[in-house]
């Protein structure tokens, strides 16, 4: 009976088992199960670490750690007090080696900063394939303060960094149960300077062209620089300071509402933001008035305009910067153009005819804006005869006389006949010949000191006037020799 106990006993050896997995990641809830073939015989069970007491209960329950560390990892093992008959027997588990993960890796900081620029800063680490969907939270710090809290990007953006932004910076991730926590290590985060360099001077309008009257802007910008840049502004020909502004920015303006001519000459500007002063190059500024209103001259041989003349036309704007272009119109039609590069005014000449009667004007553009002139308005007419019939009763009979250089002079009357007297007709509006009196008919008889023009006229009868026939030059007449005609007409006399 002893020995059969005994082989009783031997068989019972695996009656207590232990049940738990070997890997969890931080932050898993990990139970461990101690179970024996009976439970209703273990009176205590009983729970170790390395050996170590865990806890103890008096009934059939499992052991569960609810946020599991890697300091979790670790052997475990059961004991069981068990009554067996009239017997107290002490049962116990193989060992079970519990390993407990990372879930992540302490996150790191990363931050390239220089002044002025935007920067991100990036929270990095990562979750393991199989913990992939686990939902994590960030949060930054600088020095004592909460720039961040619990938000869902790895990333935080700083729009444009400054030497303030300097300090100790971290971040933080968890989960979102904050079952698991992590902080990076502080980085120092120094804020570099960028100093400036590449100093422009522009103005809007652009290129130093200013017009009078309009406000000019000076604009001037760096190419590169960081933090609070100084500007200050500059004329190089007198030395004049103009202004001075201090803002963080690579661009600032100054303007001057109201350019005139004092305001022409060369400007420059300077930029400093503590790393030493920059200066541009300079800028010559020009100040250009529009053209006036101008004033249309026209200028002929005498008191009135006649067929024949050249006529010179003149424009002229008083007020205006060169080059200026005249534009001459006759009744708004084209005519011609000049070109004044060093100011003042500009002609155009043209030879009259009878349709050149009519409304003359001129324009002036220095390309701010064309002007135009008042219109003239001209008549053009027709030159007075260079023939006359005087001492007769009406101005279409009489002695004939010509004019030349402003002289009146007689014709001699070799060879005149009624072909030349249609002509002398024809030249003063008097119709058709009738007669070719002698000139001495009608007295007095010119001064013997009046010239005689002509000794022999050689019309056909077709000519227009009389100087239009060949003619020969007088050599051997006398006044009492002098030419007369009569005309059809009969128009009242006009003496000159």
């Known amino acids: 009976c002893i020995l059969c106990l005994s082989l009783l006993l031997c068989a019972l050896g695996d009656w207590l088992s232990i049940d738990m997995p070997s890997y969890a990641y931080e932050g898993d809830?990990?139970?461990?199960?101690?179970s024996g073939e009976r439970n209703n015989?273990?009176?205590?069970?009983t729970y170790y670490k390395d050996g170590s007491l865990l806890a103890t209960y008096h009934n059939l329950s499992s052991y569960t750690i609810s946020n599991a560390r890697p300091s979790d990892s670790g052997s475990y093992s059961c004991e069981a007090n068990r009554k067996f008959f009239f017997v107290h027997k002490t049962e116990k588990t193989r060992s079970v080696w519990l390993t407990v993960q990372d879930r992540f890796p302490p996150p790191t900081l990363t931050i390239r900063p220089i002044e002025g620029s935007s920067v991100t800063?990036?929270?990095?680490?990562?979750?393991?394939?199989n913990r992939s969907d686990t939902q994590l939270h960030y949060s930054f710090f600088r020095d004592d303060?909460?720039?961040?809290?619990?938000?869902?990007?790895?990333?935080?953006?700083?729009?444009?960094?400054?030497k303030g932004d300097s300090g100790y910076y971290w971040c933080e991730v968890a989960t979102a149960s904050h079952s698991v926590s992590k902080q990076g290590q502080r980085s120092h985060v120094l804020v570099q300077s960028v100093p400036v360099s590449g100093v422009l001077l522009d103005t809007q309008p652009q290129g130093g062209q200013a017009l009078a009257g309009e406000p000019l802007v000076l604009v001037c910008s760096v190419a590169e620089g960081t933090g609070d840049i100084a500007f200050s502004w500059h004329r190089e020909d007198t030395g004049e300071h103009l202004g001075r502004k201090q803002q963080r920015s690579q661009r600032a303006e100054l303007e001057i509402p109201a350019v005139g001519g004092s305001h022409m000459g060369r400007y420059y500007?300077?930029?400093?933001?503590?790393?030493?002063?920059?200066?541009?190059?300079?800028?010559?500024?020009?100040?250009?008035?529009?053209?006036s209103r101008p004033v249309l001259t026209l200028r002929v041989p005498g008191t009135r305009a006649v067929v024949g003349d050249v006529m010179e036309l003149h424009c002229e704007?008083?007020?205006?910067?060169?080059p200026i272009l005249y534009r001459f119109y006759y009744d708004d039609v084209f005519l011609a153009s000049r070109s004044a590069t060093s100011g003042g005014g500009a002609s155009f000449k043209l030879f009259l005819t009878a349709e050149h009667s009519g409304n003359y004007s001129c324009e002036a553009d220095n390309g701010l804006g064309a002007q135009r002139s008042e219109a003239i308005t001209l008549s053009v007419t027709e030159p007075p005869p260079k023939i006359r019939l005087i001492n007769?009763?009406?101005?279409?009979e009489g002695l004939v006389q010509v004019e030349r250089e402003g002289h009146w002079g007689t014709v001699c009357d070799d060879g005149w006949d009624t072909k030349d007297v249609a002509v002398v007709c024809r030249e003063l509006?008097?119709?058709?010949?009738?007669?070719?009196?002698?000139?001495?008919?009608?007295?007095?008889?010119p001064e013997e000191d009046q010239p005689i023009f002509i000794q022999v006229a050689l019309c056909n009868g077709t000519e227009n006037t009389l100087a239009e026939c060949e003619q020969v030059e007088i050599f051997d007449c006398e006044h009492s020799e002098d030419a007369g005609a009569v005309c059809e007409g009969k128009l009242p006399s006009t003496q000159n």
């Open 29 to 34: 809830e990990v139970v461990v199960k101690c």
């Open 41 to 45: 015989r273990i009176m205590t069970l």
């Open 121 to 129: 800063v990036s929270c990095d680490t990562w979750l393991p394939w």
């Open 145 to 162: 303060h909460t720039l961040i809290s619990n938000g869902s990007s790895s990333e935080f953006q700083i729009p444009a960094i400054g």
């Open 269 to 291: 500007c300077t930029a400093d933001n503590g790393h030493g002063l920059a200066r541009s190059g300079a800028l010559n500024v020009t100040v250009r008035a529009p053209a």
């Open 317 to 322: 704007a008083h007020r205006g910067s060169p």
């Open 392 to 396: 007769g009763p009406h101005r279409c």
């Open 429 to 445: 509006g008097c119709g058709a010949a009738k007669h070719t009196p002698p000139g001495k008919l009608y007295p007095p008889l």
